[in-house]
Structure formats: C-alpha cells, structure tokens
C-alpha cells in the first residue's frame, strides 16, 4: 500500500470478508464461519487438533467452500477452552475436543440443530447461554486492548485493517504533528499499563524534547509475573495494533527505530509477531516512507531469556545491548539517555494496545471511561481459587468484588473470599475488608498493594498468608540479579524469616526483625524489583497478623497448610476399620486392625494427605 487511498480500499475490501463476525449477514447468509481459539492456553488443550479434525470434516461434507475456519486469538473464558463460535449465529461451544468437530459439522452445520452437549450451561442458574457474550463473564468487561482478540485471524493483515487497522497511523502521518498527537495522548489521560502508572503523553514528551540524532521505541513485553498473561495473549490475538502504535510513538518522538523484547517462553506471540511484521513491510505500513508520509520505521525482535529483572525497563536495555540484565542507577532516565545512550521510550503491551483506539476515536471516548485518575479500562488475568479463570478487561473503578463475583464467578465450592494479590511479586494482598474497593492506581497503593502489569490471584478460607507472601519472596530470591546488596542479601533474610515461621521455630522477635528489614530493603534497593519485594510480607503482615501470630505463639497453621505445624488425625466416631488408609500410607504412618479404630503414628506421618484423599467415611482431618 503506497498511500492512505490504497490502505481505505483494502478496508472496504476485507470488511465484506469478516462481515459475518458483525452480524451484517444480508448479503452473505449463504457462508459460515467457526472461530477457534488458538491461544497458548486453548492450544495446550489441543484447540489445532480440533481445527484440523473439523477441517477434515467440512472436505468430507463439501463444506469447505462455504465454511471458512478462523484460529483467533484468546477469548478470555479460559476456563471454558478451547472455545469454538459459529457464524453467523454466533453459537458458542465450549471445552471442545477434536472428537467434537465430527458431530459440530453434522448436526450443526448439515442438520441445522446445535450440538446441546457442547453448549455452555451457567454455573449459578444452569441456564444454556448461547452466544459467548451473554454469559456473565462479560457483562461488566469493556474490551479496548483486547478488542480483535478472539475477532481476527492475527495471521492475516487484511482482518486487522478490516477492523479499522492501521487506519490511526494513516491518521496520524497525514494529518497530525507531533505535538497533536502528544495532545490527544494528554487529554485522554492515558497512564502506563506495566505498572508504575506514569502518564503516556509525559514520557513521550521527554523524549521527544530530548536531542539527539538517533532515538527509540521499544515495546516491553517481558511478561514475568506468577499467572500473568496479558501481554502473551495481546501478542498472539492482535500483533498489529503493537506495531501500528510503535510507529505511531516513532513519529511521535522523532524515532526510526523499534525493538519488541519478548520472552522466548512465547513461542506463539513470537511466530505471530514475525508473520505481522513480514506482512507490515510487505504491504508498506513499515519501513521507509510509510504509506507516502516521507516517515521510516523500522521494527525489530528480541528475545529475552527469562529473567523477571528485565522486565525493569532499564535492565530490559541493558540486554538489548547484549549486556547481562541488571539495572541501572535513574536519573538519567531512558527518555533522556536510554538504549545505546540515546533518547528512548518504553511502554508494555497493553499500554500501546490502546493507543490506536485513542486516534481514532479521540480522547474524549477513552477519558469517559474510568475514574478522575486512571482513564480507560485495564486487562487482568484473573486466576487462583476463582470459577472463571481468564482474561478479563474491565473499566477503571470497578470493584474487587465485581471482578470475583460477577465477572469471575464467585469462589468455587461456595468457599469464602479470603484475599486477592494483585501486581504479583511486586504487589499485595487486598483482604476481604476492601472487598468493594475501586480498582485503579492510587487505591491499590493506598491500601498496600499495587496495580502492576495485572496479574490478580483470588484465595480463599483455605490459603496460609505466611505460605503466600513465602512463595512470592522465593520468586524474588530466585529473580534477584545481585547487583544491590539490599535486593541480594535482604531477601534471603527476609525468606529465612519467613521459612522460620512456616516451620513452627520463630519468634516473636523474628516478626520485628522481619518488619523492620522490608523497610530496610524498599528503601535502599536499586531498582524496582528490590523496592517492591516486600510488599507481599507487608500486606499480609498488615492485615492477617493474626495467622503470623499463630504460626509463632501457638505453633498451628490455622489454613492447614504449613505441614510441620499441622496434624492428621482420625475420628474415633467415623472410623469403620476399613484399612483403606492404612493400605495407601506410604510410610506406614497408619495401624490399626480390621473393622475396629485406626490410629495415626505423628512421628512417622509425612502429611501426603492421601489418607484423605482415600477415606470414604471423612474421618480423618487436618488440625
């Protein structure tokens, strides 16, 4: 595409081809469409061996012709995967499975009747929900960032410019200046999306007023939180609109240069990046004189190795530079002195998801949506002891208790809300007392914890806080570069504190030492990851001391987690004697005779929690 005429020609061209994903079926009613997630997560459940099986069947039923099979990106009901729709009703199977494709074509497609079996029933009202976006999980969602995921092919250009794709860098080349687009950034009121919050049109400003005769772009997308899979699945359900916007950022700041880091661990996102940036040269949309503007850019990938410290920006150009991944002292910060030493921006994933949209709706649009302070919506993976684990997009200022009970489906079991970690690692734990609070930046700090790059963790009456904030700090240990003692050192100690605890030998004086050194290592650490480490043993020393304290005074893990500091025992009033138990021990721990009482050895017991996964008569339990 030479110039924005050609670029408009496509996009009338295609929309007729993804018309029936927008239910304008008038002149098409004769051709179908089934969209299959292949997602990491759907893929991993075998989602490519369904679409080949379904494939297979439409040749064997001459539907091939009229029949077209999508491999979208995530859905965001993960729990539900692998998802598959069918155009132009929109009929919404769930959990399928490559046996599935045989009856989907022939009772729906041939016969005209959908397949029950396959359709989703509600958790709560076991209503039969046939269109995806009737189900509860979306009801409060605002997809911006996640807009075409699940909606086009990501392999195939021409869908993402059919969906108004590439049309705000036309926008931007042709009619806006610089200062323009740092305007529309301005008034939107846009903040980073990785976690620090800063506002967008700042950062860019910097960089654009700093001098130099080389600058850059670089999108991070070193996802490393526990459970977090934003950014993977924006990569792999609409690389385009990362590409549109690091050109719009190079035109922007003045920059000719772009580099993607990505984590090797993303496979998919990295084919599909590779096959979006092909075609983006291909078609002209990057490289030299975009779309007729006299504007080049250039995009480039790199490949992190897996290291959650490069996930801090500074640290992520040092190994663009092929250096080892440690921070570096701020100021001077990357806008002013970034990579090789030059003026450079560094934004996540979702934070350059958005900034299409922005373009081409204008600012307004995106500053009606979310609170005074954090406009537009955020993406959360939602995950933990929730019923609906995916990927949710949710307006600024909605409620813990909305995401988890309405959006996610409450906690399964009828289990009670305990706590939800939000921002990972570097986050905390919101108890059930701020249960209604508005998720957005400031709140989450106030209370202690923070928004991060989105990860939220639900747990429930049955998770330990000490065993949470431990596993959290053995992350931190493990992910420490070593550059700054308080990161290096102080973590450690802080995970002896809390292993010591978890194992019944700790003190009182140990929960001061403990406290006392989270300040001590948010205070003097070098970079993030350092600052932000304690926050886990902070918040839930905050608001669960009374489990620390047990832990410490009374020697129990009132959760039942920490296995040293609890018991199995069998109840004398349940036991049948069956020695079914006794048979499953693997050490031995259990003795007893034939259909009389059985008892438990405490000293040999290795708290496996077979014995209970065997008994039938619940009579063995854990104190």
Not at 89 to 107: N, R, S
Not at 466 to 482: H, P
Request: charged letters at 25%; proline letters at 5%; glycine letters at 10%.
């Amino acid at each position: 595409m030479q110039n924005w005429q050609e670029l408009k020609a496509v996009k009338v061209q295609y929309q007729q081809q993804v018309a029936l994903r927008t239910q304008k079926t008038a002149t098409i009613s004769n051709r179908r469409e089934i969209l299959v997630c292949a997602g990491t997560g759907c893929l991993s459940s075998k989602s490519r061996a369904f679409i080949e099986v379904l494939e297979d069947e439409l040749i064997k039923n001459e539907l091939q012709d009229n029949v077209q099979v999508v491999a979208t990106g995530c859905f965001g009901l993960c729990a539900q995967g692998p998802i598959a729709i069918v155009y132009p009703e929109g009929t919404f199977y769930h959990q399928v499975k490559p046996k599935d494709a045989k009856k989907i074509v022939e009772k729906h497609l041939v016969a005209g009747q959908p397949v029950e079996k396959l359709l989703y029933h509600d958790h709560k009202t076991k209503e039969v929900i046939k269109k995806l976006l009737d189900t509860p999980f979306y009801h409060k969602q605002k997809r911006v960032a996640l807009r075409n995921c699940g909606r086009i092919d990501p392999e195939k250009i021409e869908e993402y410019i059919a969906f108004d794709g590439y049309e705000a860098l036309a926008k931007v080349l042709h009619d806006y200046t610089s200062d323009d687009v740092l305007k529309i950034l301005e008034d939107s009121g846009i903040r980073g999306r990785g976690g620090g919050g800063f506002p967008t049109f700042l950062k860019w400003t910097f960089a654009k007023n700093s001098t130099g005769n080389e600058k850059y772009v670089i999108c991070n997308a070193d996802e490393g939180d526990p459970g977090a899979f934003m950014d993977r699945s924006v990569l792999e359900g609409d690389p385009h609109v990362v590409l549109e916007a690091m050109a719009i950022a190079g035109y922007t700041i003045g920059a000719n240069k772009g580099y993607i880091y990505v984590r090797a661990e993303y496979p998919t996102a990295v084919e599909r990046l590779e096959i979006a940036l092909k075609a983006a040269r291909e078609n002209g949309l990057l490289g030299e004189n975009i779309l007729d503007s006299g504007f080049s850019f250039q995009i480039e990938l790199r490949l992190g190795a897996g290291a959650f410290v490069c996930g801090e920006e500074t640290a992520l150009l040092e190994s663009i530079e092929g250096h080892r991944g440690e921070p570096r002292p701020r100021p001077p910060f990357p806008a002013i002195k970034g990579l090789f030493g030059k003026p450079t921006i560094v934004n996540n994933v979702e934070t350059y998801a958005n900034i299409p949209q922005i373009i081409v709706k204008g600012p307004k649009w995106f500053d009606q949506m979310g609170t005074k302070n954090a406009k537009g919506t955020k993406v959360f993976a939602l995950g933990g002891k929730i019923q609906n684990t995916g990927l949710v997009e949710i307006p600024m200022g909605t409620t813990l208790r909305e995401i988890v009970e309405d959006i996610g489906g409450g906690i399964p079991e009828q289990k009670a809300f305990k706590a939800a970690q939000t921002g990972g690692p570097s986050g905390g734990c919101i108890p059930k007392e701020h249960y209604d609070i508005p998720i957005d930046y400031d709140n989450l700090m106030n209370i202690g914890s923070m928004m991060g790059s989105g990860g939220l963790i639900v747990m429930d009456e049955e998770n330990c806080m000490v065993d949470i904030a431990k596993f959290f700090l053995e992350f931190t240990v493990e992910e420490s570069c070593g550059k700054c003692a308080p990161c290096r050192i102080g973590t450690k100690r802080l995970l002896e504190i809390l292993e010591k605890i978890t194992l019944g030998k700790a003190t009182l004086a140990d929960l001061d030492k403990m406290e006392e050194l989270c300040y001590h290592v948010k205070e003097n650490s070098l970079c993030g990851l350092g600052q932000t480490a304690p926050n886990p043993v902070l918040s839930t020393y905050h608001y669960f001391k009374e489990e620390y304290l047990a832990h410490v005074n009374k020697r129990c893990c009132p959760a039942g987690v920490c296995k040293n500091l609890i018991q199995y025992t069998i109840d004398p009033n349940k036991c049948t004697g069956c020695t079914a138990c006794a048979k499953n021990c693997p050490v031995s721990a259990i003795f007893g005779e034939v259909k009389k009482v059985h008892e438990i050895e405490q000293s040999l017991c290795i708290k496996c929690g077979l014995c209970i996964d065997t008994c039938r008569y619940a009579a063995i339990s854990v104190h």
